[in-house]
């Protein structure tokens, strides 16, 4: 398996553009994860999946953000308008729903930086 | 207000000396603990676990001990190799209360390895 893929790996935009990061989980994963990572707040999860329907999205900074997954093999985190602030490397990450304690080992991509000008 | 936290943003260490990264946490309701590592431009990739009825894990060079009545864990990893240096974050979650998919990690150590 190849891991989960992520892109762009790198983003440059200009405050108000829409941003949109995308995400292709392990195949057989039924649990995906966003997570931001900033110097200020650590890894932070943002919104998770299980089966494709969105189980919490409470750490969504704002309505400028949001996040589908329109399928079990791909995800899109968007940001409209984008704002400096939302600079960041993104992450996508999966997990199995084995009934384990293994089932909390995710497995994260590679993450896409975004930089807002 | 910050649930698991690495209070050593950066450590330094021999090669072939003892690495010991600290965590601590807040919430009683974790019971599963994880540690990750991160090399630049990765993602993090899962390291060592521990669950709460355990007080020790051990995978080759690396030992997570847990102790919860002081609700600190550490990850040991001896002996400290150059390829060892990357960020190392702690994460935790409670397993046992159905809510295992949200790990709350902490902001991570540098850790620096000198050949």
């Known amino acids: 398996d190849a891991g989960v893929i992520q892109s762009p790996r790198h983003e440059v935009t200009e405050m108000g553009q829409e941003v949109t990061l995308r995400c292709k989980p392990i195949?057989?994963?039924?649990?995906l994860f966003w997570y931001r990572q900033t110097m200020m707040r650590g890894l932070e999860l943002l919104i998770y999946?299980?089966?494709?329907?969105?189980?919490?999205d409470s750490g969504m900074p704002e309505d400028r953000f949001s996040a589908k997954m329109p399928n079990a093999s791909f995800s899109t985190l968007k940001i409209q308008p984008s704002e400096p602030r939302d600079s960041a490397v993104y992450f996508c990450?999966?997990?199995?729903?084995?009934?384990?304690?293994?089932?909390?080992?995710?497995?994260f991509g590679a993450g896409s930086r975004l930089t807002v000008l | 207000d910050q649930q698991v936290k690495q209070n050593s943003p950066s450590l330094s260490v021999q090669e072939g000396r003892i690495s010991i990264l600290n965590c601590d946490y807040t919430?009683?309701?974790?019971?599963?603990f994880l540690w990750y590592k991160k090399y630049p431009a990765e993602g993090p990739t899962f390291l060592i676990s521990?669950?709460?009825?355990?007080d020790k894990n051990e995978d080759g060079r690396f030992t997570v001990f847990l102790n919860k009545s002081a609700k600190h864990l550490s990850l040991h990893i001896v002996p400290s190799q150059p390829g060892d240096s990357a960020v190392y974050f702690c994460?935790?979650?409670?397993?046992?209360?159905?809510?295992?998919?949200?790990?709350?990690f902490g902001s991570g150590t540098q850790l620096t390895v000198l050949p």
């Open positions: 990450a999966s997990s199995s729903s084995s009934g384990s304690e293994r089932a909390n080992v995710l497995t």
């Open positions: 195949s057989g994963h039924d649990y």
């Open positions: 999946f299980n089966n494709n329907v969105p189980i919490d």
């Open positions: 919430n009683s309701m974790f019971d599963y």
């Open positions: 521990i669950s709460s009825i355990k």
């Open positions: 994460a935790a979650s409670p397993f046992s209360s159905g809510s295992a998919r949200q790990l709350t």
